[in-house]
């Protein structure tokens, strides 16, 4: 079985710029969700799908915002980069809901570089 | 609110000592408790969870971790520590399966030779 998959691994944008980011889920999984990792605030939830819908939030302004497919798959977006929005971004997937949801599988990330 | 907090950012063993990484707990409701590992440049795997079945849960790589409700504590123990222990690892709590993992800031485990 496929695991998570990110793609780009690593990418380098200019301030101001926007970016996409995607992610496929394990096979199956209807859950995905997004996190910023950087060295000072450690892993922050950013937001959650369950088939097709945005189902958790977190504390992040307006220019992240995301989507998923009927396919599970789930791109995220940032709008007029900073400089500290320069990150890895982590995506999961799970099962689905409930206790099956428990189980997150995580992808290698992608390496947001802002310049 | 749930939080983590994991004591020590960094944590220093010799290869063959006993590893020992805390993590702390607070939560409104019996919660649901991960450990998950990060090398470098990778994504997260799941060491071991706890979903309210045994205390003691075994891990893969030959890690466990005591839920002990007492103490509101997770901790995380390998009897013997390997050089491919090296990485860094982070204790993470639901709530239940429809909320998200809050994560602690994260421990580094250094192996010596």
């Known amino acids: 079985k496929a695991g998570v998959t990110q793609t780009p691994r690593y990418l380098i944008k200019t301030r101001g710029q926007q970016v996409t980011l995607s992610c496929s889920p394990i096979?199956?999984?209807?859950?995905v969700s997004w996190y910023q990792q950087t060295p000072g605030q450690g892993l922050q939830f950013l937001f959650e799908?369950?088939?097709?819908?945005?189902?958790n939030k977190g504390n992040f302004p307006g220019r992240f915002s995301g989507r998923q497919f009927s396919n599970s798959r789930s791109e995220m977006n940032v709008s007029t980069l900073e400089l500290g929005d320069s990150a890895l971004y982590l995506c999961?997937?799970?099962?689905?809901?409930?206790?099956?949801?428990?189980?997150?599988?995580f992808g290698q990330g992608t390496r947001l570089t802002v310049v | 609110a749930q939080s983590v907090t994991q004591l020590g950012s960094h944590v220093s063993v010799s290869e063959g000592a006993l590893v020992l990484l805390r993590c702390n707990y607070s939560?409104?409701?019996?919660?649901?408790l991960f450990w998950y590992v990060q090398y470098p440049n990778q994504g997260l795997q799941l060491l071991l969870k706890?979903?309210?079945?045994?205390?003691l849960v075994k891990g893969i790589n030959g890690f466990e971790a005591e839920f002990k409700k007492s103490e509101t504590s997770f901790h995380l123990t390998k009897p013997s520590a390997h050089m491919s222990d090296a990485a860094e690892y982070f204790c993470?709590?639901?709530?239940?399966?429809?909320?998200?993992?809050?994560f602690g800031k994260g421990t580094r485990l250094s192996v010596i030779a």
């Open positions: 999961a997937s799970s099962p689905g809901g409930g206790l099956s949801n428990t189980e997150a599988f």
């Open positions: 096979s199956g999984h209807r859950s």
């Open positions: 799908y369950f088939s097709e819908t945005q189902r």
């Open positions: 939560s409104s409701v019996p919660p649901y």
């Open positions: 706890y979903t309210s079945a045994a205390t």
């Open positions: 993470a709590v639901s709530n239940s399966g429809n909320t998200p993992l809050v």
